[in-house]
T-cell receptor, first 115, second 113 residues
Framework: AQSVTQPDIHITVSEGASLELRCNYS??????LFWYVQSPGQGLQLLLK??????LVQGIKGFEAEFKRSQSSFNLRKPSVHWSDAAEYFC?????????????FGAGTRLAVHP | EAQVTQNPRYLITVTGKKLTVTCSQN?????MSWYRQDPGLGLRQIYY???????DKGDVPEGYKVSRKEKRNFPLILESPSPNQTSLYFC????????????FGSGTRLTVV
């Protein structure tokens, strides 16, 4: 069955430090992979997505993610975190179910940023 | 502006009192979906719709109903809410192409007492 695992429930980093959020997926076919961010009290905003091609994808707000098929991973990175990046981050895989393209989400990683 | 609009943003209700959360999108998307978000569980799909009059159950449909009479609207109905339906709900729409992902509404925080 398709699934997404985000091993880190909560991460705290200092402002200016680098960030890596982990995501592992289970999906039989070529996956469509997404990262969404949810700021407090807000909906989900798409950060970036991957389907094919270059395995390093760039997104908004200075984020990037690398697809590694051999590790079934799609980790999100940012070289220098800003206080405004504090939010909850969700990794998702797009799966076809009954002809419908659904998103299967991980449990999320909550990021706190120290000044 | 392309968007998904949910109402209300916040709702407190009592057990057993029927309620409807509305969802509307202005992108002419065929696919729409409802998710609930609970701590430690991420987002789980409740119901989805592939087109007008076409709806199907997601992963956690018990206690919910939906309808899709118009392309732009996809209301979520709780006919007899219970406290375990206290959650944050999101409506989302998609063009249907897998790589396009979803556009999400701002969410509805529901508390059932």
């Amino acid at each position: 069955a398709q699934s997404v695992t985000q091993p880190d429930i909560h991460i705290t980093v200092s402002e200016g430090a680098s960030l890596e959020l982990r995501c592992n997926y289970s999906y039989g076919a070529t996956p469509y992979l997404f990262w969404y961010v949810q700021s407090p009290g807000q909906g989900l905003q798409l950060l970036l997505k991957y389907f094919s091609g270059d395995t390093l994808v760039q997104g908004i707000k200075g984020f990037e993610a690398e697809f590694k098929r051999s590790q079934s991973s799609f980790n999100l990175r940012k070289p220098s975190v800003h206080w405004s990046d504090a939010a909850e981050y969700f990794c998702a895989v797009g799966a076809v179910s009954g002809g419908y393209n659904k998103l299967i989400f991980g449990a999320g990683t909550r990021l706190a940023v120290h000044p | 502006e392309a968007q998904v609009t949910q109402n209300p943003r916040y709702l407190i209700t009592v057990t057993g009192k029927k309620l409807t959360v509305t969802c509307s999108q202005n992108m002419n998307h065929e696919y729409m979906s409802w998710y609930r978000q609970d701590p430690g569980l991420g987002l789980r799909q409740i119901y989805y719709s592939m087109n007008v009059e076409v709806t199907d159950k997601g992963d956690v449909p018990e206690g919910y109903k939906v309808s899709r009479k118009e392309k732009r609207n996809f209301p979520l109905i709780l006919e007899s809410p219970s406290p375990n339906q206290t959650s944050l709900y999101f409506c989302a729409s998609s063009s249907g192409y897998p790589i396009s992902g979803y556009t999400f509404g701002s969410g509805t925080r529901l508390t059932v007492v």
